[in-house]
């Protein structure tokens, strides 16, 4: 069987490197005469070529020479791109950066990571194929926008990292990572709100917004749009759509958990958890047909700003106080108390407390017991975005929430309590 030696796959894959690169910068010079181009398909797929077989001299003569190859592609691409610039009358680095970046990688393809490598050249063809898209983007996108993905980036990449993941003060209730992680989830949330308004609308960017919001936290789903409502009061029926629809999803998510980690659970609370996720369903589609002929502009007042840095921090705040009490009331009840403590932790999270009882099932407690602390966590999850939305968005955003809420509740209540219990 004929196997290809490393070497010849390696090269192969520098040429490839530069044949991407090639066809981008070939086809936008496309209509160009012969011999007016300073580098084309051709060009850059023997650049990366070059790259890969220095790479290959360069691990048998050492890499002095690797510089050297690299320092007389790079002086020819330079000399011919200033001729042709000079002819065009025009300015431009990218053909030449691009030139560059080509023999690097076909040098890397050869001397490192092929993954990497081919990751790399991928890459290099998509933002140089993107420039139209690019520069329309910047066109269209305000400072405020820069600079809250700029503070969002330096939040997860940054702060991130550094942030100790352990329990801190009474009770070791503070873990600073969790925390600052929960505040990273809450400024994206708000910050994709605001791009689902920008791209669909006001009409359907909130309801876009709470469905994708609610697979990673209904609860900072419902702190943003309530935080909105109150900016923009006669915008706040349509964002109460987006956050119902999270709330919906919160139930939908929470029986996926069940279904992949507690299966024995799911058949005692899939039920209510239907009829809770159906009644929140119907509400958002009640409340949603009302805004038929509603138009555009007044919510589109709440989402001036991607994020409100301040927000951000208040809830931040709140969940270490709400955390803080639950681990406090969990070290009196003890774990014993597994009803009473599934309503404790409920309140800040309910994955946590769903995945725990999945894994605690059949073994520490019965399955009925703890699919019923998972209902129970749930009902006080919805009752706490309840008492949020009424806090932060005032009364026209929380009153109805609530009132969607306690009737999920009660549907889910009356289905669980017509099924046998194991």
């Not at 090639?22 to 060009?43: K, Q």
């Not at 420039?131 to 969002?152: C, D, N, Q, Y």
């Not at 029986?255 to 009644?279: N, T």
Request: charged residues 10%; proline residues 4%.
């Amino acid at each position: 069987m004929f196997i290809l030696d490393e070497k010849l796959i390696r090269v192969g894959l520098a040429l490839a490197i530069g044949l991407l690169v090639g066809i981008e910068r070939g086809w936008r010079s496309r209509s160009e005469a012969e011999g007016e181009r300073a580098a084309g398909l051709r060009t850059f797929a023997l650049i990366g070529l070059s790259g890969g077989v220095w790479g290959l001299l360069a691990q048998e003569v050492g890499p002095v020479v690797l510089g050297f190859a690299f320092l007389a592609i790079a002086g020819a691409l330079t000399l011919f791109r200033w001729r042709e610039t000079q002819h065009e009358g025009t300015f431009g680095a990218t053909t030449l950066i691009a030139g560059f970046l080509t023999f690097a990688l076909g040098a890397y393809a050869v001397l490192g990571d092929t993954t990497v490598a081919a990751a790399a050249g991928v890459a290099t063809m998509a933002l140089l194929a993107a420039k139209e898209w690019l520069h329309s983007g910047l066109k269209v996108m305000t400072w405020p926008e820069i600079r809250s993905a700029v503070i969002l980036l330096a939040m997860t990449f940054v702060v991130l990292p550094v942030l100790p993941d352990q329990g801190f003060g009474p009770y070791e209730a503070f873990n600073p990572r969790r925390l600052w992680l929960m505040t990273i989830v809450l400024a994206s949330v708000s910050f994709a709100g605001y791009v689902a308004v920008r791209v669909a609308g006001t009409r359907y960017g909130p309801l876009i917004t709470g469905i994708a919001g609610g697979i990673v936290s209904s609860t900072a789903t419902t702190l943003d749009f309530a935080r909105r409502a109150r900016e923009a009061p006669a915008g706040s029926r349509m964002l109460l759509v987006g956050a119902l629809a999270a709330s919906a999803v919160m139930f939908v998510r929470v029986a996926v958990i069940l279904a992949l980690f507690g299966p024995a659970l799911l058949a005692s609370a899939s039920g209510p958890l239907a009829a809770a996720a159906a009644v929140t369903i119907a509400a958002a589609l009640l409340i949603g047909r009302t805004l038929s002929g509603a138009g555009e502009g007044p919510a589109s007042a709440a989402y001036e700003n991607p994020f409100d840095l301040k927000a951000v921090f208040a809830f931040v705040l709140l969940l270490a106080l709400v955390l803080l009490l639950s681990k406090g009331l969990t070290a009196v009840l003890g774990d014993q108390g597994g009803l009473a403590l599934a309503a404790i932790a409920g309140v800040a999270d309910v994955d946590a407390i769903t995945l725990s009882m999945t894994e605690v099932a059949c073994r520490s407690i019965a399955p009925g017991i703890a699919a019923l602390s998972v209902l129970i966590a749930v009902a006080t999850n919805s009752l706490s975005k309840s008492f949020l939305a009424i806090v932060v968005g005032g009364r026209d955003f929380g009153i109805p929430y609530l009132c969607v809420s306690l009737a999920a509740i009660a549907a889910g209540g009356v289905i669980a309590a017509a099924v046998p219990w194991p």
